[in-house]
């Protein structure tokens, strides 16, 4: 039988993405066997009794419930990391690696009511990693704010993810100008339907939670975020318009592979600001 197993990063991001590529050549395989890796869950989480051990296992578990694929808890399998270009040398091409697709019919549940009625953007509030807020609140943070009071004259904003960034080690470690949130800057802006979430949500995920964002974005006219991370990677991968901004995508090499990357219709990751803004203005 040809196997491959291997450990993967535990986030939200690391798991799709992992999915995205190794679709492209489960058919190869009679078993893709995957577990969390829970060195990384230890070093980068500060929650006790395996918390956020057990939502990685049981998201896992949903993202990756049709054979080939297997979940199991073994942290001696090997690693393999899409953002950090591990990737076992694996026969992925760039367009497998970098391109997101779309899983909108596996992340969003048919069973979940979406609550907006009416034309709806959505804007996730946590930046990670690139821009930075002195970058962002120095270049961007003005020109943002203007479009978004202008798509608000259009739509219903709707913003969901943090209101600020829990303060666990991964975000310590990153520092406050690497993590930061837009909360603050569109509620002195706009009136929005108010979907974020507290300190003590976000340090646990839910996977219903993620599926009804999922719904949401699915839905909207729109999405718009900054940054890297998971809540860029939902957006590209279950929206039909997804506007998204890095600026030094040299801080994380795999972005730079995803901006040069012709993604499907409708979605947007770019490094250019202006192209940013001129896709915003055209939802």
Known sequence: MNIFNATINPGIGDI????????????????????????????????????????CLSFMKEVFSIPPYKIVENGSF???????????????TNEAIFKMNDYSSLLCNE????????????????VRGTPTRSRYSNKFKEKLMKIIRKLSNKYIIVLIGERTPPDN????????????????????????VDLT????QTEIPDVNRIKKDCVLMKNASGVITLGIGGNMI??????????????????????????????????TITNNFQNFIQKCKEI
């Open 78 to 92: 090997h690693r393999f990391s899409p953002i950090d270009g591990d990737l076992r040398g694996l026969p992925l």
């Open 111 to 126: 069973n979940i009511e979406n609550i907006m009625r009416e034309p709806y953007i959505v804007i996730t509030t946590k």
């Open 169 to 192: 080690p991964e975000n310590r470690m990153l520092g406050p100008d690497r993590v930061f949130c837009l909360y603050d800057d569109i509620k002195k802006s706009v009136e929005f």
């Open 197 to 200: 979430l507290d300190r003590i």
């Open 16 to 55: 799709l993405l992992c999915r995205n590529m190794l679709d492209t050549i489960k058919h190869q395989y009679d078993a893709i066997i995957l577990s969390p890796n829970p060195t990384i869950t230890q070093n980068f989480r500060e929650v006790s009794e395996r918390k956020y051990y057990n939502f």
């Open 234 to 267: 939902l957006s590209s991968m279950v929206s039909k318009k997804s506007i998204n901004y890095i600026e030094d995508v040299g801080y994380c090499r795999y972005y730079e592979g995803v901006v040069n990357q012709p993604q499907r219709d409708g979605i």
